[in-house]
Every structure is written in structure tokens, then in C-alpha cells.
């Protein structure tokens, strides 16, 4: 009785212990404040133009998409994607493409209007997106993530 | 640590201490006393020069330390300044970052040793297995290390290998969020980077510690692969015998890292790196230190990023089940016809992999690292599995004093 009781306080002042020393890898609170929502202005952005700003301490790129890039993005097959998703799932406004410009597949940033779609191209590893941000070939698992923004009037968009 | 010593100190005060701290004992039956095979080659004084440059990294790394500061915004100016101002600077640092390729020339030479030889094999197989967590660690220390000086290499090659870890079905995110200390690689990432960097050598030390416990329990294998039957005729004492030879090849080893040091300092470097870190632009062309290239090449021949990860660490950890891969009941490559073959095949396609691991991610590389790939993991999976069945292997000899003087030698009948 005296075994079990001495085994299973050390067993939870063990666990105890740990947590604290595993859980000061997080991140921290100033990291988690200095992650607060950045605003972009977007009437200095060009129709056809990416411009790419940091949140969070990767890129974050608003794409103005042409004519042509949202009709590509609107008629592609979702057949042939790796993860499908409709265009109008991944922005609010048609010619505003807002996306985290990190590779899903090993996070090294994609170059933009590259690529046999014209919307990335990863130099990292080959991996291929389109003009919606779908993954479309290549290593990367997934589509390129899109943040949390709103848009707080036709010329202001909020990320984060 | 080879038994009870037999060793008497000659002064009093010798007698006195070994008496309540048997250290001297320790080292005499360990390093003195010690019975190697007679016929052991160069190639086995790696495990000298390894233990020669973890010493030489522990020493410069400690003092580069002192001036060198793990912050985003001045890591790369200290070590600048290194370079420039601190006296003697440029020889520690460029001492330290050659020293890194010159340790993985000699664990590479090393395990490609004990590959050719079945040193791996009955009863050494917790040796190999510590040598193995010994190059893990290596690898660790070596990636965190190249994190320090904060150039676009580094960042790009932190937040690639830590991206790795993404790759872990549900909990991937998390995993990578904890290690970054931050929703990318930044500040905290490079400061325990540094506190890591520092601490894993004095572990690889403790290992090392283990791993030549492990050797002087079974003893050395050596080139024709039996075991030493009689001491007396088989072995020479490890002084003056192996601590000489191994001197002398801790020497001409030195005369390959001073040149690397002196005439080409960063001939194994990529220019890249003296660029500072800029977490919105990546290089156009990533590679990660070349001890890496084959594991990478592994990494990027998979079109799956899962099993990619999977082949990247799979192709490392595969090396601790060697022992057991391996049927043959002849240990030394030296009397495997048929192993040598696949053996230096197996070296080729290393080094192959090295290369193609350093090309941009094309077709045609591709294609040829799948290809390598493929003879890779066959090597050990089937090709060593099936040998070991079909194989015919010349007989070795009775024992290592026949190997070295001729039959007969050994006295079957004293």
C-alpha cells in the first residue's frame, strides 16, 4: 500500500514537472501578441499584382487577380486536385485573393505568377498552385492556407 | 574497462589515491593494457580521429560561445564580428564549421568501415546500435549549429527540417508550433537552438563514453573478421601499438582539415549564408549541408510529403537493424565475393544520392535519385537478407595469427 501510494505521487509529481519544462517551448505571450491582425491597403495594389506583406513572421500574399486568373480558378477541375475546393471557398471577393504564402509541403515561400497554372511555383521542391492557391502538382499535401481577414471597407482588408 | 586491473601505481601517493579512486587502473587496462588485434588496418583509427575532432568542436565551440550572441537581429553581425575583430576569430570559426565536415568525412569512413567489415554483427551489435544514436545526435548538432549564424541558409534550412515534422498525421502543427516557439522559425527558435547546440556534444561525449564500453566488453573486430582465441599470439597491447598508429593517423588526418581551413574555408559552405536571414524571401535554390545530400535527395525523390519524411528518416534508422538484415555467417567482407560487389555499389549509390541531392528539384534528378533510392533500402532489405542464403564465401582464416603470419601459425597444437 505504501509502494502503490509513494509510486503514484511520484508518477503525478513527475508529470507535474515535465509539463512546465515542455509546455516554456510554446509560444509566449508576446509572441502571441505580436500576432495581432495587420491592415493592408488595398487601392495601392494593381489589378494583376501580388503584394506581400508579414504576419506572424511569414508572408502573406493579397493577390488582385485578373479577369482571366479568376474565370482559370473558377473552371478548373476539381477532379484532378489533390485537395479540392471550390474558388468561391477560398476568397470572399472574386478578385481578391488573400493567402499564407508558405509552402504546404516544407514552408519555403512560392514564387508568384510561376508555375504552368501562373499562380505559384515552389523552387523548394517543385510544388505547383494555381490561380486559387490549389495545390495542383508537386510534393505539397495541401492548398496554400488562407488566414482569417475581413474586409473593413472596399479599400481596407484586415488579416489575422 | 576490460575486467579487474591489474595495474599497481609505482609511487606512494599513486598507491594511495588508486586505492580510493581506481581511475589510473581504469585507464591502464582501457588504453595501455588493452589486447588489439594484430592485423587491425588504418581503417581503424577512425574511431581515434572521431574522438580527436569531438574534442577539437567541444574546444572551439566553447570559445566561439563567448562572443557569439543567439538573437535575430545580432547573430549575424557577431558572427561577423568573429570574423573580423575577435582575435583569432576567423581560424576558431572557420576551425569549427570545417571541423563539422571534417567529423562526418571520418563517421562516414567510420561506418562504411564497419559495414564492410560486419563489425555491426554477434556480439557487437549494442556497439553499433551506440553508434548509430552517436550519428543521430551528430546530425542534430550539426543542423542546429548551421541555425547559428543566422544566414538565409540557415533560416531556410531550419524551417524546411523543422517543416518536416509537420508532415506527422493530426498532431504535425503542434508539434512544429512547439518547436519554433512562435507561429514560424524566429527568435525563440534560434535561442534554443543555441542552448541545444551547446549541450548535445557533451552528450555525444557520454555516448561515446558507452560505445567504447560496449567495444573493450566484446573486443575489436578486425579486417579478416574472428575473434581473437589467444592473446598472447593474436594481440598487441594498445600502447605503444595502436596509441602510435592512431597518432599518426590523428596527424595526417589534421593535414587534410588544415588545408580545408587555410587554403578553402568555404569550399564546403554556400555563399548564401553570408547573406542574412530574411524570412520573406527564399533562396532560389536550398541545400543543406552536403553530409546531408543523400538523406535529402532520399527526402525529394518521394512526390508524397508523409512518406517522404518517412523514406528521410527510415534510410538513418534502418542502420539499427543492420545486424539482424544481415544473414551471413561470415562476418568480413573481406571472404564475401558477392558482398563486396553490392557493398562498393552501395557506397556508389551513397555518393550518388550526395549529388543528387545538391541538383534542383528537376525530371531527370528526380528519376535517377528514385533509382538510387530504390538500391538503397533493396541493399538492406533484400540484398543482405538474401546473401547471406545464397552466398558462398571463401573460408577465413583459423585465427588472426594464421591471418598474419601464415597458417599454422596460431599453434593448433600447444
Known amino acids: ?160 | 574497462m576490460s575486467g579487474p586491473s591489474t595495474f599497481v601505481p609505482k609511487s606512494a601517493l599513486g598507491r594511495w589515491f588508486e586505492s580510493r579512486l581506481p581511475v589510473m587502473g581504469l585507464v591502464h587496462s582501457s588504453f595501455v593494457a588493452y589486447p588489439t588485434p594484430r592485423n587491425l588496418n588504418y581503417w581503424w583509427t577512425f574511431g581515434a580521429i572521431l574522438s580527436f575532432m569531438l574534442g577539437a568542436q567541444i574546444i572551439t565551440g566553447v570559445v566561439l560561445a563567448m562572443h557569439y550572441t543567439p538573437h535575430v537581429d545580432m547573430a549575424f553581425n557577431s558572427v561577423e564580428s568573429i570574423m573580423r575583430d575577435v582575435n583569432w576569430g576567423w581560424f576558431l570559426r572557420y576551425a569549427h564549421a570545417n571541423g563539422a565536415s571534417m567529423f562526418f568525412i571520418a563517421v562516414y569512413v567510420h561506418m562504411l568501415r564497419g559495414l564492410y567489415y560486419g563489425s555491426y554483427k554477434a556480439p557487437r551489435e549494442v556497439l553499433w546500435i551506440l553508434g548509430v544514436i552517436i550519428y543521430l545526435l551528430m546530425m542534430a548538432t550539426g543542423f542546429m549549429g548551421y541555425v547559428l549564424p543566422w544566414g538565409q541558409m540557415s533560416f531556410w534550412g531550419a524551417k524546411v527540417i523543422t517543416n518536416l515534422f509537420s508532415a506527422i498525421p493530426f498532431v504535425g502543427d503542434t508539434i512544429t508550433t512547439w518547436l519554433w516557439g512562435g507561429y514560424s522559425v524566429d527568435n525563440p527558435t534560434l535561442n534554443r537552438f543555441f542552448s541545444l547546440h551547446y549541450l548535445l556534444p557533451f552528450m555525444i561525449a557520454g555516448v561515446v563514453i558507452l560505445h567504447v564500453w560496449a567495444l573493450h566488453v566484446v573486443g575489436q573486430n578486425n579486417p579478416d573478421g574472428v575473434e581473437v582465441k589467444n592473446v598472447e599470439k593474436d594481440t598487441v597491447p594498445f600502447t605503444p601499438y595502436a596509441t602510435i598508429k592512431d597518432s599518426f593517423a590523428v596527424v595526417v588526418f589534421l593535414i587534410l582539415y588544415a588545408w580545408f581551413i587555410f587554403f578553402t574555408p568555404n569550399f564546403l559552405g554556400e555563399a548564401d549564408n553570408y547573406i542574412m536571414a530574411n524570412p520573406l524571401v527564399t533562396p532560389p535554390h536550398i541545400v543543406p549541408e552536403w553530409y546531408y545530400l543523400p538523406f535529402y535527395a532520399i527526402l525529394r525523390a518521394v512526390p508524397n510529403k508523409l512518406l517522404g519524411v518517412c523514406a528521410l528518416f527510415g534510410a538513418i534508422l534502418i542502420l539499427a537493424f543492420l545486424p539482424w538484415l544481415d544473414t551471413s555467417r561470415v562476418r568480413s567482407g573481406k571472404y564475401r565475393p558477392a558482398f563486396k560487389v553490392f557493398f562498393w555499389l552501395f557506397v556508389l549509390c551513397a555518393l550518388g544520392l550526395g549529388y543528387l541531392g545538391a541538383q534542383p528539384p528537376d525530371d531527370g534528378p528526380v528519376l535517377a535519385a528514385r533509382i538510387l533510392s530504390l538500391y538503397y533500402f533493396g541493399f538492406f532489405l533484400v540484398i543482405l537478407p538474401l546473401l547471406g542464403l545464397f552466398e558462398t564465401p571463401k573460408t577465413p582464416p583459423a585465427s588472426i595469427a594464421d591471418a598474419v603470419l601464415g597458417k599454422g601459425a596460431s599453434g593448433a597444437n600447444h
Open chain 1, 1 to 160: 500500500m505504501l509502494f502503490i501510494a509513494t509510486g503514484a505521487a511520484a508518477a503525478v509529481g513527475a508529470g507535474a514537472v515535465a509539463w512546465p519544462l515542455i509546455n516554456q517551448m510554446n509560444p509566449d505571450a508576446s509572441s502571441i501578441a505580436a500576432g495581432a491582425a495587420v491592415e493592408v491597403d488595398l487601392s495601392a495594389i494593381k489589378e494583376g499584382q501580388i503584394v506581400t506583406i508579414k504576419w506572424r513572421g511569414n508572408p502573406i500574399f493579397v493577390r488582385h487577380r485578373t479577369k482571366k486568373e479568376i474565370e482559370d480558378a473558377q473552371n478548373a477541375n476539381l477532379g484532378e486536385m489533390r485537395d479540392p475546393q471550390t474558388d468561391a471557398a477560398r476568397v470572399k471577393k472574386p478578385e481578391w485573393l488573400v493567402l499564407i504564402g508558405v509552402c504546404t509541403h516544407l514552408g519555403c515561400i512560392p514564387q508568384g505568377h510561376d508555375g504552368q497554372y501562373d499562380g505559384w511555383l515552389c523552387h523548394c521542391h517543385g510544388s505547383v498552385y494555381d490561380t486559387s492557391g490549389r495545390i495542383r502538382q508537386g510534393p505539397a499535401p495541401r492548398n496554400l492556407e488562407v488566414p482569417a481577414y475581413t474586409f473593413l471597407s472596399d479599400t481596407k482588408l484586415s488579416v489575422g
